[in-house]
């Protein structure tokens, strides 16, 4: 009798456990779904990404973001797999890290373009900067090149020739007629309050560290790059191989749809430019 009484303690108690776990696999929708970790600026990028979060989730794929407030972690972070992907980065800033820390990344996509301009308190014009004058720019070098080739396009200083433009350098400046100086010790982070102390003639600004500061990169610049073949795309940056899962191909196509191209449009009113 003993026997059979623990035979049917053990036969209900199976029922129960596969009922629960019956349960669990069809009524619990999100331990089904896929989760993605992706490291991001805080602007503009994990505002787009949290835009993106409701799209990927008709996709069954959970996304978690994690904010940055500088260049070097969100890459660091990525090398030791404590992300999937990270969204702050342009394309020679990803390949200069790559080269410099023989990081294993590729670019899994780009998304978006954030023109960079230049903001002075003193003068309404490039034409007015004196002899002279201070130009305040990023430390970040592969940023260098991106800024002095705006100033060349301005007509403020010339080039050598046949360099990469995207790779130049203060020394790559062969004509200089206004005699400008260039300060470049300061983090990218820190130049919008370098511009709110008047501090420097006139001081080279990265949009989204503009925007964050609460100025506008579409209206505030006295200058600001070309948007045409522009080169410095923000993208979508894994370790190699990842770039084929399926939760980092789904991202990629949420941030490249419509939905999110009117996004960036109308939330950033030409300071953010969608890729394509």
Do not use: W
Not at 133 to 150: E, F, K, N
Not at 170 to 180: A, G, Q, T
Request: proline content about 5%; hydrophobic content about 40%.
């Amino acid at each position: 009798m003993k026997k059979r009484l623990n035979l049917l303690l053990v036969l209900a108690l199976s029922l129960v456990l596969a009922a629960c776990g019956s349960n669990g696999g069809s009524d619990n929708s999100e331990d089904s779904n896929k989760k993605i970790i992706v490291g991001a600026s805080n602007v503009p990028h994990a505002e787009i990404l949290e835009e993106a979060k409701p799209l990927l989730e008709e996709k069954g794929i959970d996304l978690e973001i994690v904010t940055y407030t500088d260049y070097i972690l969100p890459n660091t972070a990525l090398d030791e797999k404590q992300l999937d992907a990270n969204y702050f980065q342009h394309i020679p800033y990803l390949e200069s890290q790559i080269e410099e820390n023989e990081y294993d990344f590729v670019n899994a996509g780009g998304i978006h373009i954030e023109p960079i301009g230049v903001y002075s308190k003193k003068y309404k014009s490039l034409e007015e900067l004196p002899e002279g004058a201070q130009i305040i720019m990023s430390s970040s070098v592969p940023d260098h090149g991106r800024i002095l080739t705006l100033l060349e396009e301005k007509g403020l200083i010339t080039l050598k020739e046949g360099i990469n433009k995207t790779t130049a350098t203060v020394d790559d400046i062969v004509e200089n007629p206004k005699k400008l100086t260039f300060k470049t010790d300061i983090e990218a982070a820190f130049l919008p309050q370098v511009y709110k102390n008047d501090e420097g003639d006139a001081v080279l600004i990265n949009a989204n560290y503009a925007l964050a500061a609460g100025l506008d990169p579409a209206n505030d610049p006295i200058a600001i790059e070309s948007k045409i073949d522009n080169p410095y795309v923000n993208v979508i940056a894994v370790n190699s191989g990842d770039e084929n899962k399926e939760e980092i191909k789904a991202l990629v196509e949420v941030l490249k749809s419509q939905e999110i191209k009117d996004y960036i449009l109308e939330k950033y009113e030409g300071s953010v430019l969608p890729a394509e």
